[in-house]
């Protein structure tokens, strides 16, 4: 089904940490801290649920009187954007494309 561009939404999001805000940089490399790997999982984890959280929500925002309906999510990122997205596309449901 074709969609004109009235029928269509963006919404832009940056990750827990990055994005606009200054990086912090204090995890020290995996040979120092170990609990490097647990700390960069849990962030991914956390970025899947912010995004579904929008997906979820996003909705009943844009027609509060149910006059549309959400059928399809697109979703793309780099790094961990990139990370993120693969656990929305493998868990999540409605996402339509990874790019």
């Known amino acids: 089904?074709?969609?004109d561009?009235?029928?269509r939404s963006n919404t832009l999001q940056d990750q827990r940490n990055h994005g606009t805000r200054e990086r912090i940089k204090m995890d020290p490399?995996?040979?120092?801290?170990?609990?490097r790997l647990l700390h960069m999982a849990t962030t991914i984890t956390g970025g899947k649920?912010?995004?579904?959280?929008?997906?979820?929500f996003l909705p009943g925002v844009?027609?509060?009187?149910?006059?549309?309906?959400?059928?399809?999510?697109?979703s793309a990122g780099v790094s961990m954007g990139g990370h993120v997205?693969?656990?929305l596309?493998?868990?999540g449901k409605l996402l339509l494309l990874l790019l």
């Not at 844009?62 to 697109?74: H, I």
Request: charged share 20%; net charge negative; aromatic share 10%.
């Open 5 to 7: 561009s009235s029928s």
């Open 85 to 87: 997205t693969w656990r």
């Open 62 to 74: 844009l027609f509060p009187n149910q006059e549309r309906q959400v059928v399809e999510f697109l």
């Open 1 to 3: 089904m074709s969609l």
């Open 89 to 91: 596309l493998r868990e």
């Open 49 to 56: 649920q912010d995004h579904q959280l929008i997906m979820d």
């Open 29 to 35: 490399p995996f040979d120092v801290n170990p609990a």
